[in-house]
Structures are given as structure tokens and as C-alpha cells.
């Protein structure tokens, strides 16, 4: 009870005090300004440090919110960055594989070759036989001995045929051989495969006219390969040595090391010449 006593009568106190100063800074501003001054002077310190200390929170929040936009916006722009790559490598294959078939598509039209186009999956693993895998078989009267080509070049011809692949025997195999001509001057003989990336043209007489940079094609006298396929480019001809042959080095048109699509034909007519065997021959 006392101490609620001196609560009130503080309280009194205060509230008449405050009249008294109020009514003497009335009557002499001069008081009321001095204490303003004082009021400021004490508290300006505290409400500059409270000012800088607020800027640099206000500039830290902000500038991390920015950043954070930043980093997730950068996010976002890779993400779009690598979809971009993916799709204009993807349009530059579908590009690619278009060219190559329009340019079957165009030797089909031009020479009535009946054949499959198809993929390479696969190539020989072992580095013993030059040869690739295909994607096509059997059920795509696809057979032993048919030949296999690209942009009206020769790559091999087939090996063997399964259901559904087949194994295609390149130019450069070692037990490759096609019947080929100097497109230039004619003369005549068979391209061997060496194992290696280049060709021999072999069985061409001492006294035929064969010059670096002939086209070499094929004669259709095998059997195998229809007339005027190209085989490739004499990169070297040997100095004669007296002997019955010339040695003549060939080099493949087609890059046989990065096949992709072929064109395996299945029937062509060559002006009387035997073509490719039926689809009911037998295979070997």
C-alpha cells in the first residue's frame, strides 16, 4: 500500500514539473532551444551509427538478394545454353543424314539400282578383317555377294547376311578384289585390298597408260559390282621393272573409316553384264 502511495505522488510530481518547465520554456525560448540542443547533441551520435548500420545492412541484403537472382537467372541461361547445343547438333545430324540419302535417292533415280539403304552399327573388332556391321539382313533381301556403296563410290560388298545384319567386307581387306578400269585411257585390272588404307591395282600391263591421278572404276566384269562405280584415285605409279605388270597404288574414294549410311544393292541390269545374285541364291 505504501509503495503504491509513492508511485502516485512521483507521478504527481513529474506531471507538475513538466507543467512548470513547460510554461517557463513558453516564457523564455531561449531555455526550450538550450534543451533541444542538448536533446540533440546526445542523441545524433546514436542516430548517425544507427543510419551507416542500416545502409550496410539494407546494401548487404540487397546486393545478396541480387546475387542470388543472379546465380539462379545464370542457372537457368546454362540450362537453355546446353538445350540450344543439343538441338542444333541434332539438326546438324539430321542434316547430314538427309544429304546422304538425297544423294542415294538421286543415284537410285539415276541409274535404276533397286537397293536398302542402311547403318552402320558396328565394325570389326578384332582389326584382322576390314569390315563393318550394318542394320539390315536377310528380311531385307539383303545377300551374300551384294555390293555396298556410298555416293556412287564403292565401299565393299557383303560378306555375310543374318536375320536382321549383315557384315559388309571392305575395299581394303586383304581378300578384297574388284574388277576395275582407268576411266581416262581404259586399261584394265583388280583392285586388292592391302589391309591398309590405300589399294593395289594389280594385273595392269607394262604398256598401259595409267598416270597419277586417274579415276579408277569399276568394269562390271566380276560379277559383282554393276559398270562405272568409282573406286578410287592412282596416288603412285611404279617405275617399270621389266616385268609383265605395273604396280599402281589406289586410293579409296570413300573414307571408309567413318562410315555411317550405305546403300546395299539388291538388282541392277549392266548392258548384258551378270548382276548381283538373286534374292533365292545361296549365300556363302
Known amino acids: 500500500m505504501l509503495r503504491h502511495h ?6 504527481v510530481l513529474f506531471f507538475l514539473l513538466s507543467l512548470v518547465l513547460t510554461a517557463y520554456s513558453v516564457r523564455n525560448p531561449a531555455v526550450g532551444q538550450l534543451g533541444s540542443v542538448f536533446f540533440q547533441t546526445l542523441t545524433v551520435p546514436f542516430q548517425r551509427t544507427f543510419q551507416v548500420g542500416w545502409a550496410q545492412v539494407s546494401h548487404f541484403w540487397s546486393g545478396y538478394v541480387w546475387l542470388i537472382a543472379a546465380e539462379d537467372e545464370n542457372t537457368i541461361l546454362k540450362k537453355e545454353v546446353l538445350s540450344l547445343r543439343s538441338e542444333v547438333a541434332r539438326l546438324r545430324e ?9 544423294e542415294i535417292l538421286q543415284l537410285r533415280t539415276q ?15 578384332s582389326g584382322w578383317v576390314e569390315s563393318v556391321t550394318i542394320d539390315r539382313g536377310r528380311s531385307d533381301r539383303i545377300r551374300a555377294r551384294m555390293p555396298a556403296i556410298l555416293g556412287g563410290s564403292v565401299v565393299g560388298q ?6 536382321r545384319s549383315a557384315q559388309v567386307l571392305l575395299l581394303t581387306d586383304r581378300t578384297s578384289g574388284v574388277a576395275g578400269l582407268v576411266q581416262r585411257s581404259r586399261a584394265r585390272g583388280i583392285v586388292l585390298g592391302t589391309g591398309t588404307d590405300e589399294c593395289t591395282f594389280a594385273y595392269v600391263r607394262e604398256e598401259e597408260d595409267v598416270l597419277v591421278g586417274d579415276i579408277v572404276v569399276t568394269s562390271g566384269l566380276d560379277g559383282v559390282f554393276p559398270k562405272g562405280l568409282e573406286i578410287g584415285r592412282v596416288v603412285e605409279v611404279g617405275e617399270s621393272s621389266g616385268g609383265m605388270f605395273r604396280e599402281i597404288r589406289v586410293a579409296p574414294s570413300v573414307d571408309l573409316k567413318h562410315l555411317e549410311t550405305l546403300f546395299v ?11 548381283v545374285p538373286s534374292q533365292g541364291s545361296e549365300e556363302q
Open 158 to 163: 557383303v560378306h555375310a547376311s543374318a536375320l
Open 111 to 125: 541409274t535404276g539400282y533397286e537397293g536398302v539403304v542402311t547403318s552402320v552399327i558396328g565394325e570389326d573388332p
Open 94 to 102: 539430321l542434316s547430314q543424314e538427309a544429304a546422304a540419302l538425297r
Open 265 to 275: 544393292i539388291t538388282g541392277f541390269e549392266d548392258s548384258g553384264e551378270k548382276g
Open 6 to 11: 509513492r508511485i502516485v505522488t512521483s507521478v
